[in-house]
T-cell receptor, first 118, second 113 residues
Framework: GAVVSQHPSWVICKSGTSVKIECRSLDFQATTMFWYRQFPKKSLMLMATSNEGSKATYEQGVEKDKFLINHASLTLSTLTVTSAHPEDSSFYIC??????????????FGAGTRLSVL | TQLLEQSPQFLSIQEGENLTVYCNSSSVFSSLQWYRQEPGEGPVLLVTVVTGGEVKKLKRLTFQFGDARKDSSLHITAAQPGDTGLYLCAGGAGGTSYGKLTFGQGTILTVHP
């Protein structure tokens, strides 16, 4: 159980285009999902907290108009990188928790999306 | 802002050696998770500890949560090349930060055959 699917796993796009990344909880309902960014050989940096049916909460320094998050159902959250530029190239990872697991702060992670902006 | 200091950041050892990774904070955490991540993949949960002084064992891995719930350690006995990866500790605060985790800087472990 507790499987989180992230798609796509790798995307290459031209500068100025937008890219959508999907995060799905496959075998549980995720009341909350998180989006992280990770640089090579570094730890995870939290970008935003996504709650089903409400607006995402962004961490300080993260542009909400740049990184659009939608959590339309209990099993799906999407991150759209708008007008992507080469500096947005990174590894993006989502995680999900359900009510019970949230009490223990247990997050289950997707496999990540490697974004390369040319 | 809660901080979790993880050390060492890099560890390169020979197969069969033992090692310990530490996570320390001045803040109290309601729970602490350890994750292992391989390149190009997402972190995989190894263990969760929630009680001060708790010790959990997972085969050759021993996890300990400090009595005051401010620190934790991961000890690996007789490391194997398959243990190579990025190890992350993450603390959960509870309260208004329900579900949110504070991550340590990570430890990149390389076990040479």
């Amino acid at each position: 159980g507790a499987v989180v699917s992230q798609h796509p796993s790798w995307v290459i796009c031209k500068s100025g285009t937008s890219v959508k990344i999907e995060c799905r909880s496959l075998d549980f309902q995720a009341t909350t999902m998180f989006w992280y960014r990770q640089f090579p050989k570094k730890s995870l940096m939290l970008m935003a907290t996504s709650n089903e049916g409400s607006k995402a909460t962004y961490e300080q320094g993260v542009e909400k108009d740049k990184f659009l998050i939608n959590h339309a159902s209990l099993t799906l959250s999407t991150l759209t990188v708008t007008s992507a530029h080469p500096e947005d190239s990174s590894f993006y990872i989502c995680s999900a928790i359900s009510g019970g697991r949230a009490g223990r702060n247990i997050q289950y992670f997707g496999a990540g999306t490697r974004l390369s902006v040319l | 802002t809660q901080l979790l200091e993880q050390s060492p950041q890099f560890l390169s050892i020979q197969e069969g050696e033992n090692l310990t990774v530490y996570c320390n904070s001045s803040s109290v955490f309601s729970s602490l998770q350890w994750y292992r991540q391989e390149p190009g993949e997402g972190p995989v949960l190894l263990v969760t500890v929630v009680t001060g002084g708790e010790v959990k064992k997972l085969k050759r891995l021993t996890f300990q949560f400090g009595d005051a719930r401010k620190d934790s350690s991961l000890h690996i006995t007789a490391a194997q090349p398959g243990d190579t990866g990025l190890y992350l500790c993450a603390g959960g605060a509870g309260g208004t930060s329900y579900g949110k985790l504070t991550f340590g800087q990570g430890t990149i472990l390389t076990v040479h055959p």
